[in-house]
């Protein structure tokens, strides 16, 4: 990516953190998950923008994802499909969020309880949240992906919990998903060149049981395999010169 097109790449990842703020002050008990994707929906064209997951089909073999976010509630990991089933207080719900821009995408997720946590669960959460950042420290020039996997896994088995290997980070830019892929695990100073210029996103996927997924018959919802509660945080981030810029941070 040229430096002329960094602030494309703010503009848009701006905007998406202000829809996140929203729709994270909008859920609690009582609301639907149809109801935050509406919201969503409407925050991301206000600005202008549109939304990034609505209609996207990989391949052929998929269908249109139907929703504007994906909304992952308990043991989904990713890709779940928003519903009229209102939330329960001690629900775990990860909310992943996409727009795209004058051509440029943004693209971030995050988990939270409805409601206080059990203490497993934000330990869940708090350790996938740091090892997000610990990924994010890792993706400076001149180090490699292996570098923000190895950084991510690690904390992912000093605490002792499972970790998604099918669900991975990606470039973004121009594309929503583009290379190269950001695995969760690694080994240190492997795989592709970290330089300037590029625009990654970083996601790790943690679950309190084990990192085994199966897709439901709608093709999108993928669930654990063990039935264990996941976490996913995810942010955009831009390799500088001076080292990563996390672009979704809500300011």
């Known amino acids: 990516m040229s430096t002329w097109e960094f602030p494309f790449m703010r503009r848009s990842s701006s905007m998406l953190a202000e829809v996140v703020s929203l729709v994270r002050d909008a859920m609690r008990a009582g609301v639907t998950t149809e109801e935050l994707d509406a919201l969503a929906e409407d925050e991301i064209k206000k600005r202008g923008a549109m939304p990034a997951f609505k209609g996207y089909q990989p391949t052929p073999a998929f269908s249109p994802f139907p929703g504007s976010i994906c909304t992952s509630s308990n043991h989904v990991v990713a890709h779940g499909i928003p519903r009229d089933l209102p939330l329960v207080e ?10 795209v821009f004058q051509g440029y995408y943004a693209d971030t997720a995050f988990t939270a309880s409805v409601g206080p ?13 740091t090892a997000l950042e610990a990924g994010i420290a890792a ?95 995810e942010h955009t981030i831009l390799i500088t010169e001076k080292g990563p810029e996390v672009l979704t941070r809500a300011a």
């Open 90 to 99: 001690g629900d775990v719900v990860s909310l992943d969020f996409g727009l």
């Open 117 to 129: 946590a059990r203490p497993e669960i934000q330990e869940l959460l708090d350790t996938t949240r």
């Open 139 to 233: 993706a400076k020039p001149g180090n490699r992906v292996g570098d923000i996997g190895h950084a991510i896994e690690q904390h992912a088995k000093a605490a002792g919990f499972g970790l998604v290997h099918e669900f991975v980070g990606h470039g973004i830019g121009r594309k929503l998903h583009e290379r190269p892929a950001i695995p969760n695990f690694g080994t240190a100073g492997s795989g592709p060149l970290l330089r300037p210029g590029m625009a990654i996103c970083i996601e790790p996927v943690f679950t309190l049981g084990g990192g085994r997924t199966r897709t439901l018959a709608d093709g999108w919802t993928a669930v654990t395999a063990d039935g264990s509660i996941a976490a996913h945080f």
